[in-house]
């Protein structure tokens, strides 16, 4: 399999980047405190506290330096500009000529008139016209100083990505040595969004001047985030053609992968119980439900249903009852499409469908797009015995939208009778999670339900 780069966000050049324009020595010790004036449980938990160690291992492990969703926003300029109006060494950068009108620029950026417009200008309804980081917001207007503690109370945390793990490989001596992840990459030129429309004022000022300056630092493109340290990586394309959903197997050395949470939720827990279940006694049946790269930890269920239905496939002449419900956007983010399809030829799931949302049609395909909940829709009769007289289980994984989606139809075209009141709908799905038959996980930082 050929190498995979993987980009790390919080890598070693970033961080001195990031260093060098706050004014302070990456390798200096630091300890954070918590103030005498900060209410008890009010202390950023995802912030090491009491803890002596570097600048850069705490830029590195603990806050996302490269994420430019929390930067784009009106509130964060407005930090800026406090900062910079209490900045008595702001006076030693009034002979730069360029200064008084980058002030006015981050006054506009920042008022509370004219900042939501421009933000939201500049979002451009999810096809971003800049995708600046910290350290290119810092460079944009470098007679800001902006003091250590202050960037923390105004970065976001460093999160795991949640739908990763598919897979993983044990060694002699019982411990993972490998993870397969699944994982989106998204690899944006910079200014293609801006030279598809035609934004004025203020709005493309800043992104040409954001873009500018990535440019400067030779990042033409803008990079999803990998949030996870790996060594040994390699790819298993999957994909057809030039795929930006990889499964992905690497070799874990004990570093930083954010897998805490792993197989400790109420989702992982149900699903773990109900593998066991299945495979001991056929019963009950199982649908799980993956959009995107949500399909990740069903993919390690249906992997140990593989696993068992090998070692044990002379006890069992029945498929183990689970069905599969696969949504990707096209043909070439199906990557678990192969291993799908030699799951249900081996028996360990006995239904297996897939829908694309966005498919390249052309003449000779005819393919039409299609959602998961067409899918559920087509077989409501059967998914509706199944949760109401069958004691089955339905998984459902994937990112926020699409799971709301799912919900609503449970709720309104599968589930519902006639004479529901819209609360009576949704009391039926709280009361089927609450008996451990409903399970959602949402490719989110918060459930949405």
Request: charged letters at 20%; proline letters at 5%; a neutral charge.
């Amino acid at each position: 399999m050929p190498d995979l780069p993987l980009t790390d966000p919080r890598g070693s050049d970033s961080v001195t980047d990031l260093c060098r324009a706050l004014g302070i020595e990456p390798d200096s010790w630091c300890e954070l405190y918590k103030s005498p004036f900060v209410p008890e449980g009010h202390f950023p938990p995802w912030l090491p506290l009491r803890e002596p160690m570097t600048v850069r291992q705490l830029l590195t492990f603990y806050v996302d330096i490269s994420s430019c969703s929390y930067l784009l926003r009106p509130s964060f300029f407005q930090s800026l500009l406090r900062i910079h109006q209490n900045n008595a060494r702001k006076r030693q950068q009034q002979d730069d000529h360029n200064y008084e009108h980058l002030v006015t620029l981050l006054e506009t950026c920042a008022s509370d008139e004219k900042g939501p417009a421009i933000f939201r200008s500049l979002m451009n309804s999810g096809k971003a016209l800049c995708y600046p980081c910290l350290t290119d917001v810092l460079h944009a207007f470098p007679f800001i100083k902006v003091p250590l503690d202050r960037m923390l109370e105004m970065c976001s945390p460093l999160r795991a990505r949640k739908f990763s793990v598919a897979d993983y490989e044990m060694d002699s001596s019982g411990k993972c040595s490998a993870l397969q992840i699944c994982f989106r990459e998204n690899v944006v030129d910079r200014s293609y969004n801006l030279s598809q429309c035609t934004p004025t004022g203020t709005t493309k000022e800043v992104a040409e001047l954001f873009n500018g300056i990535a440019y400067k630092r030779g990042a033409d493109n803008f990079l999803g985030h990998v949030t996870y340290r790996l060594s040994r990586t390699s790819i298993n394309w999957q994909g057809k053609g030039n795929s930006h959903v990889h499964s992905l197997l690497a070799a874990y050395s004990g570093g930083y992968v954010g897998t805490s949470f792993f197989g400790k939720t109420p989702f992982a827990l149900g699903l773990e119980r109900s593998i066991r279940t299945i495979a001991s006694t056929h019963s009950p049946r199982l649908v799980l439900l993956g959009a995107g790269t949500g399909i990740a930890p069903l993919m390690a269920a249906v992997s140990q249903l593989r696993l068992l239905r090998r070692q044990h496939l002379s006890e069992h002449t029945n498929p183990f009852p689970c069905s599969v419900i696969y949504g990707a956007r096209n043909m070439s983010e199906l990557i678990y499409h192969d291993d799908l399809s030699e799951a249900l030829r081996i028996g360990a799931i006995d239904q297996y469908q897939f829908c694309l949302s966005r498919p390249q049609v052309t003449a000779a395909t005819g393919v039409a797009h299609r959602y998961v909940t067409d899918i559920l829709k087509k077989d409501a009769h059967a998914v509706n015995h199944l949760l109401t007289e069958g004691d089955g289980k339905f998984f459902a994984c994937g990112p926020t939208k699409v799971l709301q989606s799912v919900r609503s139809c449970l709720a309104n075209d599968i589930l519902g009778e006639a004479d529901d009141d819209d609360s009576m709908r949704e009391q039926r799905l709280l009361f089927m999670e609450g008996k451990g038959q409903l399970f959602f996980d949402v490719w989110s930082t918060m459930s949405v339900f």
